[in-house]
């Protein structure tokens, strides 16, 4: 399903809601804390690696048009800029 009017602001929403109710308690793992995390908003389809492009790619290759939301597992940002990222709750 392609959504190329989908706002940056829906695509938040749903990778949002996607992660809080059926994937954080799957991938919030020991292993996974600090790794990325891409979604696909239309299907719930996610992939894991240590690059927000590398997780990406792999999705864009089962549905080129996919609209995408990205999280580094376990904080509260993908990047920090002059910052530091937060853990979240556990």
Excluded: C
Excluded at 7 to 18: F, H, P, W, Y
């Amino acid at each position: 399903m392609s959504h190329p009017t989908l706002s940056s602001q829906e695509v938040a929403r749903r990778g949002k809601e996607l992660y809080q109710r059926s994937i954080r308690a799957k991938v919030e793992t020991q292993e996974n804390i600090g790794k990325i995390i891409s979604i696909n908003v239309d299907t719930g389809d996610y992939e894991i690696g240590d690059d927000l492009v590398e997780t990406s790619l792999r999705l864009r290759s089962k549905q080129a048009d996919a609209a995408l939301w990205g999280e580094r597992i376990g904080f509260d940002a993908v990047y920090a800029v002059d910052g530091t990222l937060l853990r979240t709750a556990q």
